[in-house]
């Protein structure tokens, strides 16, 4: 699933997230009565499973969604008239300022597992320390501090003050800025844009009734799915080149329908290209190729396993594609990779070699296509390699070098 497709769901979940806002009142008192407690459940949810996908990140998002709960709950109920001036002046903007910048550290630190002890342990004593702060802060901080962080932002329907304002805003933005220059960011990454707005406007809405446990409840529902996305892509995903892998290839196996065929690719001689060059040179050798087979304009790229490819191309015949795979072919042939030889820095070029095969009486299921399509990529090598060939091929000698031309008669 592209990033594109991970908005629709995130938009979708966010419109109806937003959409029953005005609804809440309206509820059950049944719903109403549990959705105070529902942000505790949902996010202990999300840290199971966070705990069992070996994440921390989600982990510590989620604390921070708890504390955000507990705290306004404690200190600012809702509807209520006996909270003390002093706390919502001092409490609500250095709340409000502490949610981004805790959802930005988060997002911002690496993913290194909760394996990882010690580095748990100096998360959980940042989160830690975090409180003793934010009470020093409450205590200490001069009046005059404290009604500058209050200020309001002087726009009708916005109860968040001006510091906490824009600090959210800018928060907000270098998690979008961070994303776009990412090659492959996470579905976390991109579900912490959503989560943030969602909660900033349940902190904006805190005098209503249960909108910020109902913003809550969503903004943990995002980060369980990017959790589930998440390992989703990554047990399908070829972690050095990107492309996916051979678990995907055979999920799309089940549904390519009455025509379709597919390519076997090999790198050629690439054994000896990695004792030659190394094997960081193989790695490029390996991720150009990749790269080079994304932009393929009918099929569907999959890394089989070493310097094995594979391509589909559903309700396509053999004779259909085989002139797109010798382009292709071509355009990988032209390429220049830079190694090192001798010390010094030179070009060489990685050439492949296809097998093609399609879906006949014969060969019934994708498997055994794919089994043709692998014995014609044996007539492509035992026919010099670099070149294309289709299953029931001959294996003759192919040469991609212009023909000589004939010298002409000499003049008496």
Not at 61 to 89: R, W
Not at 100 to 120: A, H, Q
Not at 210 to 234: C, E, M, N, P, R
Request: proline share 5%.
């Amino acid at each position: 699933m592209s990033n594109s497709k991970h908005y629709l769901w995130l938009i979708g979940f966010s419109v109806l997230a937003f959409w029953q806002v005005d609804q809440i009142a309206h509820w059950p008192k049944s719903i109403q009565s549990v959705l105070l407690y529902a942000p505790y459940l949902i996010a202990a949810l999300g840290i199971f499973i966070s705990i069992y996908l070996n994440r921390v990140q989600p982990i510590f998002l989620l604390l921070t969604i708890v504390v955000l709960n507990f705290a306004m709950a404690y200190f600012l109920p809702a509807n209520t008239s006996k909270t003390d001036v002093l706390t919502v002046t001092a409490f609500y903007p250095l709340l409000a300022i502490f949610l981004p910048l805790n959802i930005l550290l988060w997002i911002l630190l690496p993913e290194k597992g909760v394996m990882s002890k010690p580095y748990v342990f100096s998360l959980l004593t940042v989160f830690i320390l975090q409180g003793f702060a934010f009470y020093w802060l409450m205590d200490n901080l001069p009046m005059s501090t404290i009604l500058t962080l209050a200020q309001p932002v002087g726009t009708s329907g916005v109860t968040l003050p001006m510091v906490p304002f824009l600090v959210t805003i800018g928060a907000w933005l270098l998690i979008v800025i961070r994303n776009a220059f990412q090659n492959t960011p996470k579905v976390l990454d991109n579900t912490v844009i959503f989560v943030l707005i969602l909660l900033a406007y349940g902190l904006n809405q805190y005098v209503s009734f249960g909108v910020l446990a109902w913003l809550s409840v969503i903004a943990s529902g995002l980060i369980i799915l990017s959790l589930v996305f998440d390992s989703h892509q990554i047990a399908h995903t070829d972690q050095l080149t990107g492309m996916k892998g051979r678990r995907a290839l055979f999920e799309r196996f089940t549904g390519l329908g009455r025509k379709y065929a597919i390519a076997m690719m090999d790198i050629d001689h690439f054994k000896s290209f990695n004792d030659r060059y190394g094997h960081d040179v193989g790695d490029e050798a390996l991720r150009l190729v990749a790269y080079q087979l994304a932009r393929i304009p009918v099929g569907h790229p999959y890394r089989y396993g070493g310097e094995e490819f594979t391509v589909v191309f559903p309700s396509k015949t053999a004779n259909e594609v085989k002139s797109v795979l010798d382009e292709m072919r071509i355009q990988i042939s032209e390429v220049p990779l830079e190694v090192m030889e001798k010390g010094k820095k030179a070009e060489t070029r990685v050439t492949v070699s296809f097998g093609l095969a399609e879906k006949t009486e014969r060969s019934q299921t994708p498997e055994a296509v794919m089994k043709l399509a692998d014995e014609a990529l044996y007539v492509a090598k035992k026919a010099g390699r670099n070149c294309v060939k289709v299953y029931g091929e001959a294996a003759k000698k192919t040469s991609d070098k212009p023909a000589a031309r004939k010298k002409a008669p000499a003049k008496k």
